[in-house]
């Protein structure tokens, strides 16, 4: 037990430089979310469901982080800050890392019936803060989504998604497959395709000519009396 509790806090070190101590770890409220998250998830999967929504609602209270007895979490899951919404339906891999602010939220189903709304995360996946990560899609592994991204689309592999409604960056695999990045987005790294940056050059480039244009058409416009207009007329 205690050997664990040792790897998993070692796996935040690993993550966080802000710690410590292992036992300043234990101060994190993401820690506590979780801990108290396995115990309503060992009643809820024991159909004490009564049970399970006290110890939830008590970790709400105490941590800021709400995740629901349902929800299935592996190894590692690291939360940094809280205010974070995980759901019923919502299963998360090995290593996950979510920043504040997030919501990992469902979908209304429009049968009325009960189903798979949340989104399967799956091992080393990066979600930065204030991302919304909605409906029953699947992150792949080591995907990376970017801060106050909305996804509602399945993620490849690796991919990093930004923006609203997000979209995909596709870096390189040598890129991804590098071990950690907070917050999930790199900040040495173009977010943005290269035909984007292109294009903008591109419109530079036309509005340095059309002044130009406008500049030598000015210089030649009849001035009263029959003169061309000269620089030092303007």
Known sequence: MFAGLKTYLDSIRARDPAPRSRAEILLYPGVWALLYHRIAHWL????????ARLVNHWSRWL??????????????????????VIGETAEIGDNVTIYQCVTLGGTNPTNGKGGKRHPTLEDNVII??????????TVGERARIGANAVVTDDVPEGATMIGLKARSTLVPAETWLREFIPYGTPCDEPCEPSAGLA????LE?????LRSEVAALRSAEPVPGGR???GSDS
Do not use: C, W, Y
Request: glycine residues 12%; charged residues 25%; hydrophobic residues 40%.
């Open 228 to 230: 061309k207009r000269t």
């Open 44 to 51: 809820f999967t024991r159909r004490m469901f009564f049970l």
């Open 199 to 202: 294009r903008i050059d591109a």
């Open 205 to 209: 480039d036309e509005l340095t000519k």
């Open 63 to 84: 941590t800021a982080i709400d995740i629901h007895p349902g929800a299935k979490i592996g190894r590692n899951f690291f939360i940094d800050h809280g205010f974070t």
């Open 128 to 137: 930065g803060s204030g991302a919304q990560v909605i409906g029953p899609i």
